[in-house]
């Protein structure tokens, strides 16, 4: 057994490149792991310098100055940041509030349409099934609602959180587009000067992650602003709450779409019931997914990330449950990491 280890060990750890890069793989994982919601900050600032230093990168190869184009970048992003924390999320915590309080009327209202089932269906639905049914709905709201009142007591760290949010990720995001070239010089000094195993991998991670995350970004806004104007054209309520679902839903492939289908039939089911308004609507819905898988996706990802679907997936479950709703975002370009560390990894020749 130890003869059998060793070969295999021999095999593949043959180079001290191979070595260090293992332990640095154990220790980012140990650090996702252990720190990994204190990291959050800084994690999702460097995501976010990542993106801008790609509109950065073009704007100097435009011939503007560095200094101007880390600004202009650096602006942009502030106004979507802002934007986005300031405006939207709060009318979409709004609406979730509104949604909310009409929850109770809308399982009565659900009631009244199951009522039919036993009288057309009795072998299949009784009405005792019915009113459990009633019952399970009714149970969790109520566990919803102590939720939202646990939620509305731990508002004061919730506020503080996000004020260090508002203020300590715009100055990192700073910061790392402006001294981008100081800091990847003194974390490359504590690697060795030769290390084409680590240069490889970093630059077809480099190459396949920015098309990766800044695609995922531009289909996030595209979705999500074409999914808001169409609801609000079709007078669908919650049409904030609804699109932005819609919009993130496209961060995990295959299950993102089907999931949030649930909600936007529902709440058009207890907006009209079965009308022709929820045929447009749910129409409309198929339309954009349609279009989102058919044209988009290829379009802004015909570079990007090849993975089979069951890696996607397998990728989206165990980091998702390692690291929870970052590692859902960061499933396939963390999945794109594995595939490229497995490519890369030294050989010996035969």
Same mark, same amino acid.
């Given at each position: 057994?130890?003869? *059998?280890?060793?070969?295999?060990?021999?095999?593949?750890?043959?180079?001290?490149?191979?070595?260090?890069?293992?332990?640095?793989?154990?220790?980012?994982?140990?650090?996702?792991?252990?720190?990994?919601?204190?990291?959050?900050?800084?994690?999702?600032?460097?995501?976010?310098?990542?993106?801008?230093?790609?509109?950065? &990168?073009?704007?100097?190869?435009?011939?503007?100055?560095?200094?101007?184009?880390?600004?202009?970048?650096?602006?942009?992003?502030?106004?979507?940041?802002?934007?986005?924390?300031?405006?939207?999320?709060?009318?979409?915590?709004?609406?979730?509030?509104?949604?909310?309080?009409?929850?109770?009327?809308?399982?009565?209202?659900?009631? /009244?349409?199951?009522?039919?089932?036993?009288?057309?269906?009795?072998?299949?639905?009784?009405?005792?099934?019915?009113?459990?049914?009633?019952?399970?709905?009714?149970?969790?709201? $109520?566990?919803? $609602?102590? &939720?939202?009142?646990?939620?509305?007591?731990?508002?004061?760290?919730?506020?503080?959180?996000?004020?260090?949010?508002?203020?300590?990720?715009?100055?990192?995001?700073?910061?790392?587009?402006?001294?981008?070239?100081? *800091?990847?010089?003194?974390?490359?000094?504590?690697?060795?000067?030769?290390?084409?195993?680590?240069?490889?991998?970093?630059?077809?991670?480099?190459?396949?992650?920015?098309?990766?995350?800044?695609?995922?970004?531009?289909?996030?806004?595209?979705?999500?602003?074409?999914?808001?104007?169409?609801?609000?054209?079709?007078?669908?309520?919650?049409?904030?709450?609804?699109?932005?679902?819609?919009?993130?839903?496209?961060? *995990?492939?295959?299950?993102?779409?089907?999931?949030? &289908?649930?909600?936007?039939?529902? *709440? $058009?089911?207890?907006?009209?019931?079965?009308?022709?308004?929820?045929?447009?609507?749910?129409?409309?819905?198929?339309?954009?997914?349609?279009?989102?898988?058919?044209?988009?996706?290829?379009?802004?990802?015909?570079?990007?990330?090849?993975?089979?679907?069951?890696?996607?997936?397998?990728?989206?479950?165990?980091?998702?449950?390692?690291?929870?709703?970052?590692?859902?975002?960061? /499933?396939?370009?963390?999945?794109?990491?594995?595939?490229?560390?497995?490519?890369?990894?030294?050989?010996?020749?035969?």
């Amino acid at each position: 057994m130890l003869d *059998i280890f060793q070969k295999w060990y021999e095999r593949y750890f043959f180079e001290e490149e191979s070595i260090l890069l293992l332990v640095l793989l154990g220790v980012a994982l140990a650090l996702l792991l252990t720190i990994g919601d204190i990291m959050s900050p800084i994690l999702a600032s460097i995501v976010l310098a990542f993106l801008m230093q790609g509109l950065a &990168t073009r704007l100097i190869q435009m011939g503007l100055p560095q200094s101007l184009a880390v600004i202009a970048s650096y602006l942009v992003f502030v106004g979507f940041f802002f934007g986005f924390m300031l405006v939207l999320m709060p009318l979409v915590w709004r609406q979730l509030l509104s949604l909310f309080a009409e929850l109770p009327r809308m399982v009565e209202q659900g009631r /009244a349409l199951l009522q039919v089932l036993p009288e057309q269906y009795p072998h299949l639905v009784s009405a005792q099934q019915i009113a459990d049914w009633v019952a399970l709905a009714q149970a969790e709201i $109520g566990q919803v $609602g102590q &939720t939202v009142l646990s939620f509305s007591l731990a508002s004061i760290p919730l506020m503080l959180t996000i004020l260090i949010y508002l203020i300590l990720v715009p100055l990192l995001v700073f910061f790392l587009l402006k001294d981008r070239e100081l *800091i990847l010089g003194w974390l490359g000094g504590f690697l060795p000067h030769e290390r084409p195993l680590l240069t490889r991998i970093w630059r077809e991670m480099n190459e396949q992650v920015a098309n990766y995350a800044r695609g995922k970004v531009i289909e996030i806004l595209i979705v999500g602003a074409v999914s808001y104007v169409a609801f609000t054209w079709l007078d669908l309520r919650y049409a904030a709450l609804l699109a932005l679902l819609v919009g993130l839903s496209v961060i *995990i492939p295959y299950i993102g779409a089907t999931v949030v &289908t649930l909600p936007v039939f529902f *709440i $058009g089911l207890f907006q009209w019931g079965f009308s022709t308004e929820l045929f447009y609507l749910m129409l409309v819905y198929g339309v954009i997914q349609a279009l989102d898988g058919n044209v988009l996706v290829p379009l802004l990802f015909s570079e990007a990330v090849n993975l089979h679907p069951v890696a996607i997936i397998l990728a989206v479950v165990f980091f998702g449950g390692v690291w929870g709703l970052w590692g859902v975002f960061f /499933a396939i370009p963390l999945a794109t990491l594995v595939k490229a560390v497995i490519n890369a990894w030294p050989r010996p020749t035969e």
